[in-house]
C-alpha cells in the first residue's frame, strides 16, 4: 500500500522537487530523468516511462533532502533581480569565456579526425549553431528581459502599478526564450548522442579529448542554467 504521502509526491513535477531543493537533480541525473527541458512531466510517469520503482526514488529523494543544505544552494529563495544578476555572472560569463574555444576546437578535431571520426563533423556544426544562436539568446535575456522583470519587480516593491509595456515584454521574452532553450537543449542531446556519451575513440589526439571533455561540461553547465531560468526565474516571472 503506498502511503498517501507518497502519492502526492509522485504527482509532483520533475521541475517542482528540483525547484523545491536544488541537490535533488544529482537523483534524477543517477537514474537518467530529465530535469532540465523534460522536467514538466510528475515523478510518477518519470518513473514508469524508465521502468523505475519510484517508491525507491522517492527514498533516495528524502535522503538527500535531509543533509543540511549549504549555504547558497537555495536558488528558490532568491529575490528574481539577485537570481538573475547571478545567472549573468556565473553561467552567461561561462558561455562568454568559453563558447568561442569550445567551437574552434571542434573544427579542428573535424579537419584531423572527420575522415575516421565522421560525427565529429556534424558536431561541430551543431556547435556553431548553437554558439551564434546563443549569443543572440543571451543578448535578449540581458537587455531586454531582465531589465524589465527588473523594472516590474521594483514597481510592485514600491507599491507602484508596473507598465503595460514591461509586462508585454516579460509575456513575449518568455515565450521565446522557453523555445530557444528546447532548441539548445535538443542540440545538445544530439552532441551527446553523436559521441556517443562522450567516450574517447582510441588512437585520438589530446585536443579530442580536451574537446569532448569541454563538451560535457558545457552541457552539465548549461543544465544548470537553463534549470535556473525554466524553473525558478521564468516560473516566477510568469506569475508577476
Ligand atoms: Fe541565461
Ligand atoms: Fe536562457
Not at 525547484?19 to 522536467?39: K, P
Not at 531586454?144 to 521574452?173: C, H, N, W, Y
Not at 522557453?178 to 535538443?186: A, F, K, N, Q, W
Request: proline share 3%.
Amino acid at each position: 500500500m503506498k502511503k498517501s504521502t507518497e502519492i502526492q509526491n509522485e504527482d509532483k513535477t520533475i521541475g517542482e522537487f528540483v525547484a523545491e531543493d536544488y541537490r535533488i537533480a544529482a537523483v534524477f541525473e543517477r537514474y537518467g530523468i530529465d530535469f532540465c527541458c523534460g522536467g514538466q512531466i510528475t515523478l510518477g510517469a518519470a518513473c514508469q516511462d524508465k521502468g523505475l520503482d519510484p517508491g525507491e526514488v522517492l527514498q533516495e529523494i528524502e535522503a538527500i533532502k535531509s543533509e543540511p543544505i549549504q549555504r547558497g544552494q537555495n536558488y528558490a529563495a532568491w529575490e528574481l533581480p539577485f537570481l538573475a544578476d547571478y545567472i549573468v555572472n556565473t553561467h552567461h560569463a561561462y558561455l562568454y569565456d568559453e563558447m568561442e574555444q569550445i567551437a574552434a576546437y571542434a573544427r579542428k578535431i573535424a579537419e584531423v579526425h572527420g575522415t575516421h571520426h565522421p560525427e565529429v563533423i556534424e558536431i561541430a556544426t551543431i556547435f556553431d549553431k548553437i554558439s551564434t544562436d546563443m549569443l543572440t539568446h543571451l543578448r535578449e535575456e540581458e537587455e531586454v528581459f531582465f531589465p524589465a522583470l527588473k523594472r516590474v519587480v521594483a514597481a510592485q516593491k514600491d507599491g507602484t502599478a508596473p507598465e503595460a509595456q514591461d509586462r508585454a515584454t516579460i509575456k513575449r521574452s518568455l515565450e521565446t526564450l522557453h523555445r530557444e532553450h528546447d532548441e539548445i537543449g535538443d542540440a545538445v542531446h544530439r552532441i551527446r548522442h553523436l559521441a556517443k556519451d562522450f567516450a574517447i575513440p582510441e588512437g585520438v589526439c589530446n585536443t579530442f579529448v580536451v574537446t569532448y571533455k569541454k563538451l560535457q561540461e558545457f552541457e552539465d553547465d548549461l543544465h544548470k542554467h537553463v534549470h535556473l531560468e525554466n524553473n525558478i526565474l521564468f516560473l516566477k516571472a510568469s506569475q508577476l
